[in-house]
């Protein structure tokens, strides 16, 4: 027996045809997704496919995940992003961030133009929100850059963004209570304000 024949046929003793089916598929499913970063970047198929993958739990939601959730725990936009837009709760009755003001406001944190995003559950888990897959923007926040792009992240605060100076945004009212009751342990007192080196333009 030739030694290509002894090959196939260990191999098809450790996995079964199904099995190869499906990884080719999962294989085929990242390259069309993002074929550079499955290509060049030590990676598995699902850790590119992320919420594609999962069949349940937060990441298949919709929603963009915290950025404290992705950003070592800081509630402010990640290097590399800005601050797009943003919108209020006015309803909120959690017991974390904002609860004394009973109001959250929160900010959506976009890839600035020219930089990569990779759509994915945070943190690579389905149990976690996704980052870089909802292109949008509310655009209250920043109107001298142009575009739209992919939201990293969303910041959570306390008071009306208009009113804080650094994050450059309009008094244009979006109100969108279904977020009230998103939570994350991260998102804990204290007033975020964007500071040199932690994102933003």
Not at 59 to 65: R, V
Request: proline share 3%; with cysteine; net charge positive.
């Amino acid at each position: 027996m030739s030694v290509l024949k002894r090959a196939g046929s260990l191999l098809e003793r450790r996995t079964s045809r199904r099995g190869l089916l499906q990884r080719a598929a999962l294989a085929g499913s990242a390259l069309t997704i993002a074929p550079l970063r499955y290509l060049l970047r030590p990676v598995s198929a699902w850790a590119v496919i992320g919420p594609g993958s999962c069949s349940g739990g937060l990441c298949s939601d919709g929603y963009t995940a915290f950025c404290c959730e992705i950003n070592q725990g800081k509630n402010v936009c990640p290097t590399g992003t800005y601050i797009g837009g943003w919108w209020k709760c006015t309803a909120y009755t959690g017991t974390g961030l904002c609860a004394a003001q009973g109001v959250r406001y929160y900010m959506d944190c976009n890839h600035l133009p020219g930089t990569s995003a990779n759509c994915r559950c945070a943190n690579d888990t389905c149990g976690e929100r996704r980052t870089d897959c909802n292109v949008f923007r509310y655009g209250q926040c920043n109107t001298q850059i142009g575009g739209v792009t992919a939201i990293a992240c969303r910041v959570v605060v306390c008071e009306n963004p208009a009113t804080i100076d650094g994050f450059n945004c309009s008094s244009s009212l979006a109100v969108d209570d279904s977020t009230c009751s998103h939570e994350w342990p991260c998102l804990t007192d204290g007033l975020v304000r964007q500071v040199a080196g932690d994102g933003g333009a």
